[in-house]
């Protein structure tokens, strides 16, 4: 049965991400008391959730400050019923330049938020893992029992979160969820990601600056992994279990190009730069997900065809593309 969300008592860690404020605008529209953990910073800016909410908002909390922090995260889930822990530093080509960041934040954060569950008697814990601890994959679809391999600073950073949660739920029967979404995309989303990036320079430009083309990609609607989400928490046999959110099928990087120039600007041209490719042994080949125990333990499939999602995030970011900027690298 479907959670009744009014009132209860939310926590959203990494609130003022991309997945992450999308996730907490569904959580406050179902009626759900929700703190909002949003990394710190002088000017107050709550990344994504800016401008979407205002201060009167009466079923939103927007709490400043750092996962690494163990007691800033004590204070933030000390009266939480639930709590969903997406708060990570995500970039994979600035994990080759700042690993030590990349520990600090997802490790022990991640084992910050798991004590701080743990001694709060939290009803349920949702951790976000991501695709890209699976490496290349050695068969596909890929399934939860594929093995893990740390291709980059980031995905070793990940596969030691997830191990720690994993080891909460182990060790002090801690009920936590991890969810593997593979690659997320839709508004909002920042041109660290490849379809922003894509679109962007379509947008701007005639010229569309790529890494390689060659990469396979498992895309889904960001809607679509919200949901997952919130079955993660309302389904009391994920409990203790890995599930992987993705579509199920795959397109190269070059496909994905064509995709959206054709919707944006049929007459550009895609230039690979040699500073854009990730090192041969970190470049993951191929993702593309075996989402059977999403549909079996969650109910879970995803609704949204990449084609309506690349529409739909085209037209979000031709209205925003003052926030964008095309011509730099995000790394």
Not at 10 to 28: N, R, Y
């Amino acid at each position: 049965m479907p959670m009744k969300w009014e009132e209860r008592r939310v926590l959203v860690t990494g609130a003022g991400g991309f997945i992450g404020s999308h996730l907490t605008e569904e959580l406050v529209a179902r009626g759900a008391d929700v703190t909002a953990f949003v990394h710190y910073n002088a000017r107050n800016d709550w990344g994504m959730l800016e401008g979407r909410f205002g201060p009167e908002q009466e079923r939103l909390t927007v709490v400043p400050g750092d996962v690494t922090d163990g007691n800033a995260v004590r204070k933030a889930i000390e009266d939480r019923e639930i709590v969903f822990h997406l708060a990570a530093l995500i970039g994979i080509p600035y994990s080759y330049v700042a690993p030590e960041s990349y520990v600090n934040t997802n490790v022990k954060g991640t084992l910050n938020v798991m004590e701080a569950c743990r001694m709060a008697g939290v009803e349920r814990v949702v951790h976000t893992s991501t695709s890209e601890v699976y490496g290349t994959a050695r068969y596909t679809p890929i399934d939860e029992g594929h093995p893990l391999q740390g291709q980059s600073p980031y995905s070793a950073s990940k596969i030691g979160a997830d191990k720690i949660a994993e080891s909460y739920f182990c060790s002090f029967g801690l009920p936590v969820a991890t969810l593997r979404p593979f690659n997320t995309f839709g508004p909002r989303q920042s041109t660290r990601a490849v379809i922003p990036t894509i679109i962007t320079q379509a947008l701007t430009s005639k010229t569309v600056r790529l890494g390689s083309l060659d990469p396979v990609r498992d895309l889904t609607y960001v809607s679509d992994t919200v949901r997952a989400f919130i079955r993660m928490a309302e389904s009391h046999d994920a409990i203790g279990q890995t599930i992987n959110a993705g579509r199920g099928s795959g397109v190269t990087i070059g496909e994905l190009a064509e995709m959206i120039l054709a919707q944006v600007n049929p007459d550009a041209t895609v230039l690979c730069e040699d500073h854009r490719v990730r090192p041969e042994k970190s470049e993951v080949r191929v993702l593309v997900c075996d989402n059977t125990r999403a549909a079996d333990v969650l109910g879970w499939r995803p609704g949204v065809s990449l084609e309506d999602g690349l529409a739909r995030t085209i037209d979000w970011m031709r209205d925003h593309i003052a926030g964008y900027k095309p011509g730099v690298y995000t790394v």
